[in-house]
Nanobody, 121 residues
Framework: QVQLVESGGGLVQAGGSLRLSCAAS????????MGWYRQAPGKQRELVAM???????TYADSVKGRFTISRDNPKNKMYLQMNSLKPEDTAVYYC???????????????WGQGTQVTVSA
């Protein structure tokens, strides 16, 4: 019903920047929250940043002051500006959205396919 497509990953040197994008499409009545998660090899998936419909943001301590999450609500898009990247930021980054597809129904979780971010030392 809903598809999330990420873009913008790649290889960057430490100290560099990348901007990730996530576009949601399909049957969307509203999006309660959108966020970014990441998973490094051998580690569990972790929250990077979340932005709810009211504009409140949550960031992992490890990215505070370096990453900025934003949304373009009319276009159902979300972005993650990543600055001062470190090798430990290397991971597959996943877009997540809590989507209400029809009026007076509950939100469902949707995930993108992931985009690789590699930061070289």
């Amino acid at each position: 019903q809903v598809q999330l497509v990420e873009s913008g990953g790649g290889l960057v040197q430490a100290g560099g920047s990348l901007r990730l994008s996530c576009a949601a499409s399909g049957i969307i009545f509203s999006i309660n929250a959108m966020g970014w998660y990441r998973q490094a090899p051998g580690k569990q998936r972790e929250l990077v940043a979340m932005l709810n419909s009211g504009g409140s943001t949550t960031y992992a301590d490890s990215v505070k002051g370096r990453f900025t999450i934003s949304r373009d609500n009319p276009k159902n898009k979300m972005y993650l500006q990543m600055n001062s990247l470190k090798p430990e930021d290397t991971a597959v980054y996943y877009c997540n959205a809590k989507v209400v597809s029809y009026y007076r129904t509950t939100a469902r979780d949707y995930w993108g396919q992931g985009t690789q971010v590699t930061v070289s030392a």
